[in-house]
């Protein structure tokens, strides 16, 4: 059920929700979601449950502020609270050792725990009611299937999990990519998954280099290599080979949209093109709504223009590799 997220008897009955148990979808500044209370276990299971997700993926917890982190983080860390005063309220995600006992289901049994505070009015309206009924934060991942793209309409979500599920609406996501995870877990801080936040400004305010995540990184399912899958087969390409590939394919029966930045069709092509902003925030903002949108019209193949180099465009590439290795 649509709720809208600037009403505050919505908020109030959908912090009631949370605090009963229930689970409630809602708009954060990077993508929707679906949230149950970070510590009741019982709770959280409905998360996994709903998106069919497996239960040792771990799920990012989120905060009205960073006293409330403390309820989950058995220590911050210089790195950590450096980034959290850089960068709380907004979309970035520290993973943390954990308090033993606290949030294990959310924690997918981890001996850490990630936590953001989100920056979205209606995610704050709805964290600092919840934690007027005792709820200390609002474990979510975003809300859509397992291994789909995420959500960044209320919409989305409907069409994810159907009228059943409480979801406040507030509007498009402003990000419209999940937020950037650094794990200040261990004795390096390691960049788990590129966000809208280049690399560069996370290093300076962290004061410290990030490092790749290795082999023995905690698992975060948005890292797997085959994540946010469209049903359509999509390839990544360069713009010269998409270009050559456009000009060699003729009048050709399959049904192919093309999702380019520089890249124009042919003279005369009946192809449906999208374009792909020249800004990387501009492209990450409405980079899931357009993969969604063409992916319901039941293409074959969706034809991308491998986005620029550099660190702006980082999350959105990343998000786009793995849609093409699905
Ligand atoms: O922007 C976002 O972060 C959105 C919105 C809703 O806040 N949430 C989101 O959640 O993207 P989800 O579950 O789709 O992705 C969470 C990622 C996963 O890759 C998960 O494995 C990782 O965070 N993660 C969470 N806790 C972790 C932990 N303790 N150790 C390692 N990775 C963790
Ligand atoms: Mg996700």
Avoid at 3 to 17: Q, S, T, V, Y
Avoid at 74 to 98: E, H, S
Avoid at 192 to 211: M, S
Avoid at 291 to 302: F, K, N, S, T, Y
């Amino acid at each position: 059920m649509l709720l809208p997220g600037n009403d505050a008897a919505a908020i109030e009955r959908a912090a009631e929700a949370l605090a009963a148990g229930e689970l409630v979808a809602f708009p954060t500044e990077t993508v929707y979601g679906l949230g149950a209370r970070a510590d009741d276990d019982r709770a959280v299971a409905g998360i996994f449950a709903l998106k069919g997700r497996p239960a040792d993926h771990p799920l990012i917890v989120h905060v009205q502020d960073a006293a409330c982190a403390n309820c989950f983080a058995a220590t911050l860390g210089d790195v950590a609270t450096r980034l959290v005063d850089a960068f709380w309220p907004g979309p970035l995600t520290i993973i943390v050792p954990r308090v033993p006992g606290v949030a294990a289901a959310a924690a997918g049994g981890q001996p850490t725990i990630g936590l953001r505070c989100p920056s979205h009015p209606v995610a704050r309206a709805l964290l600092a009611a919840a934690r007027q009924r005792g709820v200390p934060g609002v474990a979510a991942p975003s809300a859509n299937r397992f291994g789909r793209i995420s959500p960044t309409l209320a919409q989305h979500v409907v069409d994810e999990f159907g009228e059943a599920l409480l979801v406040l609406d507030g509007g498009e996501c402003e990000v419209g990519i999940e937020s950037s995870i650094v794990d200040c877990s261990g004795a390096v801080p390691a960049l788990l998954r590129p966000g809208q936040i280049p690399r560069e400004r996370i290093e300076a305010a962290a004061g410290v280099p990030l490092a790749d995540p290795t082999a023995s990184s905690p698992r975060a399912s948005g890292t797997l290599e085959a994540h946010y899958a469209p049903r359509a087969k999509l390839r990544l390409m360069p713009a010269a080979m998409l270009n050559t590939a456009l000009q060699m394919l003729g009048d050709s029966p399959l049904r192919l949209a093309v999702y380019s930045r520089t890249v124009t069709l042919p003279h005369g092509s009946r192809l449906q093109r999208r374009a792909m902003p020249d800004d990387p925030d501009r492209a990450a903002h409405e980079l899931f709504a357009t993969l969604r949108e063409l992916d319901a019209q039941g293409l074959d193949l969706i034809w991308v223009e491998e986005p620029p180099g550099g660190s702006p465009w980082d999350g959105v590439r990343d998000r786009l590799a793995r849609a093409a290795a699905a």
